[in-house]
Each structure stands twice: as structure tokens, then as C-alpha cells.
């Protein structure tokens, strides 16, 4: 979730999703149909279809906002992947990999230049590096990958956004006049971990653009989401319990916390409805709690919407208890640590 992003506020009506139809789609699940697909909530764009086989004449749709989800059907899509293994013992990012230090200090032009990859090289970058580097994660387990060079790391960041345009006069132009090999903070599918990065000086640019320098071949990406993500976050609390951080609209209320758990994984669903009426479309963050039968360990967890890992990390927002436990409406917490100011990741990894 970018800290740029904000949504406006927008009238919309939205109807409460029938009583008759989540029991009839829950009967449908029941009697041994696989969801293929998950529902997209209203605020994320829809990017795959909920098609329900196996349940009669060619199947049923799942109309996007019901909260019935097969989770056993997202947990086996997962495990298809190969990748569990390497999203706990492996290095996986979950984040840009050029990072700007705290201390970058951007003029209008500058920032539109950064935005759009408007960059020019002005030095001579360094030639030699270690061919290897060491990952750090912050419960201690350490991994050695093979690093790019200044140069390669460069043009990974310089490459320009073709989403992006700037019209003549409008943008600035980011020279690069000096680079030296550094490191930074990142979040991972293991938490947080401190990794080797080409940190590049920028005439005119106050601070710090670091470009991590793990070189592509020790990294791994996660394979295409079924839709939006519904959970934006986890933490390991006390206990059995995990802190789960999540996005809702302005008239949305969370109903229910599922689980799915399995001696590899956990599988998490939210059960968010949207009252009827004219509702204020503005993007929320909240938290809440969800209890396990055992510990969560090393244990990968996903979300039930997007068929992913949740990535570790939360923001110190209260968390709202179980619906059950009749929850108070979140609310956000003025100051709220920045990505390197983490607490150390708490669960044992390999």
C-alpha cells in the first residue's frame, strides 16, 4: 500500500449482498464445489473471475463481495506454487526495491522527475564490488546472495514509467553524480531484513536513493493474484493470536474473522459487509485479531481474496476485537513508525 495513495471522497450506494444468496453459495461449497477464483472488494479492481466448479451444469458465479470463500481451494493453489519453501528460507521482497532515505528532500520538479524515471548519469560509478553480500533478518538467521553492480543496479532504477508522462517544462531531471555500496532496510516474505544496496547521490536532492543490490537470480516473485488483497497485513501477537491489519470503505463493517489452518499454512477471510445506503467511498485502515489453534510459527499465511501471503508488518493501529466481542470502530494512531523503525520479527525462522 503506498503512502502517496489516498482516495477521495465519492457518493456511492451500495446494497447489502442478500442473506438467500451467501446460503445458497455456502450450500454450493459444501457439497464439494473448489472456488477457482476469490471476490474483490468494492475499493480493489476486480482481476479475476469467482467461478464456483463442479457444482451442476457448468457452475455458478459468486457474485464479487460474498463472503464465502473455499479456503481449502486457496491453500492447495499455493502449494502448487513450489514456493513455500523458498518464501520462508528464501528471499522474497515485498516492497520497491529503491528506497528513499528519510532524508531525501524533493522540489516539485524533482519529485515529478522521480515519479515518472526521468534520470541522467553524471559520474563514474564504481567498477568493482564484492561478487556476494550478506542478508540480515532481524531475528538473527542470515543468508549470502551474489550482488549486482553499480552500473546494473543504475539502470534498474533509472528505467522510465510508461505510466507516467511529463510534459515539456514540467519535470525536473535526477542527476546522478556519485554512488557508493550501503545497505538498507526492506520488508520481506520473512519480515524485515537489512540488505546489501547501491546508494546513488543526486545533484540538487538532499538524502539518499538506495537501490537494493541482491542480484535478480537470488529473488523470487510470487505468481499472480486472484484479485485484490483483503488482508494488507500480519503480526504474531501472544499466544495463538495473529494481528491482522486490512482496508475497508467508509459504510463497511467486519463481521466475521475465518481460518483455514494446516501444519504449513494459515488461510484468512474477512467477512465485510457493506451497509446499504449513501456511503462516503474513503479508504480506511483497520485491525483486528485472529486466534489459531496453535501458534503460527513459521507457518505461511495468505489471504483468502488475493490467494498470497499476507506480508509481515502491521501499523500501530488499535486492533478491533473479534465481532463477537462486540468491536469499537478503529481508530488510526497519529504516529505511526516508518518502514525502518520496525520491531524485530518475532516468530523463529530457518
Known amino acids: 500500500m503506498s503512502a502517496d495513495m489516498s482516495v477521495g471522497p465519492v457518493a456511492i450506494e451500495r446494497g447489502r449482498p442478500s442473506s438467500r444468496s451467501r446460503t445458497a453459495t455456502m450450500n454450493q461449497l459444501e457439497a464439494g464445489c473448489v472456488v477457482e477464483g476469490v471476490r474483490a472488494s468494492w475499493f480493489t479492481p476486480v482481476v479475476g473471475a469467482i467461478v464456483l466448479a463442479g457444482c451442476g451444469q457448468g457452475g455458478a458465479l459468486v457474485v464479487p463481495g460474498s463472503p464465502v470463500v473455499d479456503m481449502r ?17 528464501g528471499f522474497v521482497p515485498q516492497q520497491e526495491l529503491t528506497v528513499l532515505g528519510k532524508d531525501v528532500q524533493f522540489t516539485g520538479r524533482s519529485k515529478l522527475a522521480f515519479v ?12 568493482s564490488a564484492p561478487s556476494h553480500g550478506e542478508i540480515r533478518w532481524l531475528d538473527g538467521t542470515t543468508m549470502t546472495s551474489p550482488l549486482l553492480r553499480a552500473t546494473a543496479a543504475y539502470e534498474q532504477m533509472s528505467m522510465p514509467n510508461p505510466h507516467q508522462k511529463c510534459a515539456p517544462g514540467e519535470c525536473g531531471l535526477l542527476t546522478v553524480i556519485g554512488a557508493r555500496l550501503g545497505e538498507v532496510q526492506i520488508q520481506t516474505s520473512r519480515g524485515p531484513a537489512v540488505v546489501p544496496a547501491w546508494q546513488f547521490s543526486v545533484r540538487d536532492v538532499p538524502g539518499t536513493f538506495s537501490r537494493v543490490a541482491i542480484a535478480p537470480t537470488a529473488r523470487s516473485s510470487p505468481p499472480p493474484a486472484l484479485g485484490g488483497a483483503e488482508v494488507n497485513g500480519y503480526r504474531p501477537g501472544e499466544g495463538t493470536t495473529v494481528r491482522l491489519e486490512y482496508m475497508s470503505g467508509g459504510c463497511d463493517e467486519l463481521h466475521d474473522v475465518r481460518s483455514f489452518e494446516a501444519d504449513d499454512l494459515v488461510v484468512v477471510d474477512l467477512d465485510i459487509e457493506t451497509a446499504a445506503g449513501v456511503c462516503t467511498a474513503v479508504g480506511l485502515i483497520g485491525a483486528t485479531e485472529v486466534t489459531l489453534a496453535k501458534p503460527l510459527g513459521d507457518r505461511i499465511m495468505l489471504d483468502a481474496s488475493s ?26 494512531d497519529a504516529s505511526l ?3 525502518a523503525s520496525l520491531p524485530p520479527w518475532s516468530p523463529s525462522r530457518g
Open 337 to 339: 513508525p516508518g518502514h
Open 73 to 89: 481451494a486457496v491453500a492447495e493453489r499455493w502449494r502448487a506454487t513450489g514456493l513455500s519453501e523458498e518464501w520462508v528460507r
Open 116 to 127: 515518472a524515471g526521468k534520470w541522467e548519469l553524471h559520474a563514474d560509478l564504481p567498477d
Open 307 to 332: 490467494g498470497l501471503p499476507v506480508p509481515y508488518g502491521v501499523n500501530q493501529y488499535p486492533a478491533v476485537p473479534p465481532p463477537d466481542i462486540s468491536p469499537p470502530s478503529p481508530t488510526p
